[in-house]
């Protein structure tokens, strides 16, 4: 079985167990595929924990579940050195962030050390602990959410750190049809019945998966077409004297590289072995949500980061 079927049977079971949330268990599957991290929010029970949970059971993956809370430190996070009576030395502790999938729930309910600290992790794949630097796994993807109903005691994150995000994930509730399924689901984990679940997918496979994406054509045109979606974000004038009124600072190079890898993910996904514009187009909202920094003017009149972007791909053409 080839590295692209396994994924492709993981998602299908992912779909069937985390039910109403298939965008959510899409973005998953493009995040893990394009070595980068989630942000998703939206409210509480929407199976945010279980899809991340259930995803470690798919794959040869360790995870780990750790509740963002005000009085939080970052040893509690990163893991800090123990002095040893009977050695008379110092050993590491490892924290939870050395797992290969970390669920950092409710992450603006921790103060901004403790932040920085996971933030810093997840982009230099590293922590260091006194003198002494202590690499990550190669596998390894945070999901980070955040509950937009209840912002009191929070502390949001600040946009240089947003951007550390691969992609910013808005969840919603399932529809009545996807309500039912989920019922008789609970019904049946509650009797215990045995659900099927596929043979876990080993870490080389989706390593190897990584290298094949990167390897997908991509022709000038679509390059070109990324590029003149993130210059519009940064030189709004020039495209829209309306799109100049609503943001205030554009999207950085870490946002053309991630519509890059998560548009190739996207392709790869829909089992072809080219990246056209409508794969640019499916990805762009999740990419550039929270990179954009909105104006005011754009806030006060109740215009959002989508509505910036719907009008952001009216008005910038393909090649």
Avoid at 127 to 154: C, D, I
Avoid at 220 to 249: G, H, K, M
């Amino acid at each position: 079985m080839s590295q692209q079927t396994e994924i492709l049977h993981l998602r299908d079971w992912l779909a069937h167990t985390i039910i109403g949330q298939p965008h959510l268990i899409d973005r998953l599957l493009i995040a893990l595929l394009a070595d980068g991290h989630l942000l998703v929010e939206g409210a509480p029970g929407l199976a945010k924990t279980k899809a991340i949970k259930t995803l470690s059971d798919g794959i040869e993956a360790t995870f780990h579940r750790v509740q963002f809370t005000p009085d939080l430190l970052p040893s509690d996070v990163t893991g800090t050195d123990i002095y040893r009576p009977e050695t008379g030395e110092f050993e590491f502790q490892s924290g939870p962030i050395f797992h290969n999938l970390v669920l950092a729930d409710e992450i603006n309910r921790a103060p901004a050390k403790v932040q920085s600290s996971l933030l810093e992790a997840m982009a230099e794949r590293q922590v260091s602990v006194g003198k002494t630097t202590y690499a990550l796994p190669e596998l390894f993807l945070v999901m980070a959410t955040q509950n937009p109903v209840e912002q009191e005691g929070t502390y949001p994150l600040p946009e240089a750190q947003l951007d550390r995000f691969l992609m910013h994930v808005n969840v919603d509730y399932p529809d009545a049809e996807a309500e039912r399924q989920i019922l008789r689901l609970a019904r049946k984990e509650a009797r215990k019945d045995e659900v099927p679940q596929p043979n876990p997918i080993s870490e080389a496979s989706l390593l190897n998966a990584r290298q094949e994406i990167l390897g997908l054509h991509m022709a000038d045109a679509v390059e070109d077409y990324i590029v003149a979606l993130t210059n519009a974000t940064r030189r709004p004038e020039q495209v829209s004297p309306e799109l100049a009124q609503w943001i205030e600072f554009g999207v950085s190079p870490r946002g053309t590289i991630a519509l890059d890898r998560c548009a190739r993910a996207h392709a790869w996904l829909k089992e072809r072995d080219y990246v056209s514009p409508d794969d640019v187009q499916a990805v762009i909202h999740d990419v550039f949500r929270h990179r954009l920094v909105l104006s005011f003017e754009a806030e006060a009149n109740g215009i959002h980061a989508d509505a910036v972007i719907d009008k952001l791909q009216e008005w910038v053409a393909v090649g």
